[in-house]
């Protein structure tokens, strides 16, 4: 990258540092009335305010501090979408440690890969989560005290506490005096949290967000939303994925009320329906593994609620159109189609069509116009990188790789020189893996994937690791592993092997066989046998044959 040129020194505060800390005491000082509503452990729910959450994200602080918890440490986050959680994105950096988020859908390896690799010692933990951290701890002797967050009137089951050691309650962190709390003053280039990536080709990836860039963020998504004091925010997405999209941080900016629906399953849709309607939802996260579910159920009412002034912003896949009309025609909601990841923090782009670009258009073109991922958002710096690394015109036809930088984009790994090497080019760009074009209007199109990989639920899931894993079973000669539809998870892994001499291949060996590295919800639901695997012309297994041929694996 250039040098930076300096011209006329500037006279504004540019040493003000922009940390997490300050934008919630900013929040709690202007809309210390705004409400955060929250629901409990039992599934009650319950209204404070930002100047009432601010007082316990001080005093949990305060209870950090007096732990040993400061700058450079780094607690992990085993929580749900509750108030806690949503505590712990201000207080654990407000003491110069950084949260790292764990993310509960990767399998037992690669959660303790992750409370390794990035050195954390202690680690918050749901009381409803205890057993999964009593499975762990064995792995993460490294991990020195766990912080269970559990309400006041539940009993802790001594067993577990026995296992995982010197253990803390929350609550009692929350009850610490902080009359006399000094916090430090963080360089806003600090890492305020990390999220690693769901191991798409090896392990999960590290990506270490700083103060500056969460900021810088959260400013984005407020004016590409956009987003006011009058909305209300349901955090739907899990608050351990890219954390929640950032909208925590973006709903502090502008004092926007915050919805935390605590713990909930996808098959809770009715509820999430519900809660939609009973709080006054304007904005929500959400993938099409959730928002598929709600069409169906809205499909089903025959009075639909109608939530006219709701905004769900979809990310994960793109939607159908179908999935946005039915949505819109039912209840008066808008589906606004985001990309991202968790290497952008995750705001890349946002689909929320500008007059000029649906002047002319019928109503078709204008939902297939929608259907894009939308324009890029302002600092983002967007290349489509052709063959060579060069930078494709954006003219809607030329396909490249999709290269991306900026104030929020990952510029490395953490301790991960391998990853490193490969996924940045020689001018600072990260390269996403996705290949896509941009319109002459701006708009971002993702055409296809360089990589085989699966995308199941909003997460992904690694169809070469899975192969490997399974080419070692003694019954198996060939195997290879496609994402295909399914009408629920947007896709799932379908396992395509043709068996060793007198081998029998059945759906319960190949899960015994991957078991011990994957997590449940990444198996596979069916293994077709074959006689033999379509290969292209060089030998290579013809990925894209295999989808065409088993297509309507889960769907027909």
């Known amino acids: ?39 409990d452990q039992a599934g009650q729910w319950h209204t404070t305010t930002y100047a009432a959450t601010w007082r316990r994200v001080r005093s949990v602080a305060a209870g950090l501090q007096a732990a040993g918890v400061g700058p450079g440490d780094r607690v992990g986050l085993m929580m749900w979408n509750d108030l806690r959680h949503y505590e712990s994105y201000f207080a654990v950096p407000a003491v110069g440690a950084t949260m790292i988020q764990l993310n509960l859908r990767l399998s037992p390896a690669d959660l303790a890969y992750v409370v390794e690799h990035s050195g954390l010692t202690r680690i918050v933990v749901d009381a409803t989560l205890l ?10 002797p490294q991990v020195r005290q766990w912080i269970v967050a559990a ?46 990536t769901t191991g798409t080709t090896g392990r999960p990836k590290g990506v270490f967000y700083s103060h500056r860039s969460v900021w810088l963020h959260a400013t ?11 909305d209300s925010i349901l955090m739907l997405t899990p608050m351990f994925h890219v954390q929640c999209w950032g909208l925590p941080f973006a709903a502090a900016l502008v004092g926007a009320r915050v919805v935390l629906p605590g713990r909930f399953t996808l098959q809770d849709t009715g509820a999430i329906a519900e809660w939609i309607t009973q709080h006054g939802v304007t904005r929500a996260p959400a993938a099409p593994a959730i928002l598929d579910p709600l069409r169906h159920w809205l499909l089903q009412q025959e009075n639909p609620p109608r939530w006219e002034g709701l905004r769900l912003t979809c990310g994960a896949s793109e939607p159908s159109t179908t999935l946005m009309e039915d949505v819109h025609r039912l209840t008066g909601a808008r589906i606004v189609h985001a990309y991202g990841a968790t290497e952008t923090s995750p705001l890349v782009t946002l689909n929320n069509p500008v007059p000029a670009a649906v002047a002319g258009l019928d109503e078709d073109a204008v939902w297939d116009l929608e259907r894009r991922q939308g324009l890029v958002a302002p600092g983002v710096d967007v290349k489509i990188a052709g063959p060579g690394g060069e930078a494709l015109p954006f003219d809607g036809a030329s396909v490249g790789e999709v290269c991306l930088r900026g104030p929020w984009i990952t510029a490395s790994y953490h301790e991960n020189p391998e990853a490193n090497a ?8 990260w390269r996403s893996g996705d290949v896509g074009t941009v319109d002459e209007q701006g708009y971002l199109k993702i055409t296809d994937r360089l990589k085989d990989v699966i995308k199941s639920g909003g997460e992904w899931i690694s169809s070469v690791d899975m192969e ?28 395509i092997a043709v068996p060793a001499d007198g081998a029998e291949i059945t759906l319960e060996k190949v899960h015994a066989a991957l078991t011990p590295a994957f997590a ?16 292209t012309s060089v030998g290579k297994i013809n990925k894209r044959r295999l989808r065409d041929d088993f297509g309507g694996a889960y769907t027909g």
């Open 1 to 39: 990258m250039a040098e930076h040129v300096m011209g006329t020194p500037a006279t504004t505060g540019d040493d003000a540092q922009l940390t997490t800390t300050r934008l919630y005491e900013h929040a709690a000082r202007s809309f210390g009335r705004q409400e955060v509503v929250h629901r």
């Open 131 to 140: 057993e999964l951290a009593v499975a762990l701890a064995p792995r993460v």
């Open 151 to 196: 309400d006041e009137d539940m009993p802790l089951d001594g067993a577990h506490l026995d296992v995982l050691g010197e253990v803390l309650r929350y609550e009692d962190l929350a009850a610490t005096d902080a009359t006399d709390l000094r916090l430090p003053d963080m360089d806003e280039r600090s890492a305020s949290a990390a999220c690693y």
């Open 220 to 230: 984005a998504v407020v004016g590409m939303t956009p987003l006011g004091v009058r």
């Open 422 to 429: 490969s996924s940045f080019d020689e001018d600072g760009y």
């Open 468 to 495: 490997s894993a399974l080419a070692a079973m003694p019954e198996v000669r060939e195997v290879a592993v496609v994402g295909v539809p399914h009408p629920k998870w947007e896709e799932r892994p379908l396992v």
């Open 520 to 535: 449940s919800w990444q198996l596979p639901d069916q293994v077709r046998v074959v006689e033999e695997i379509a290969r």
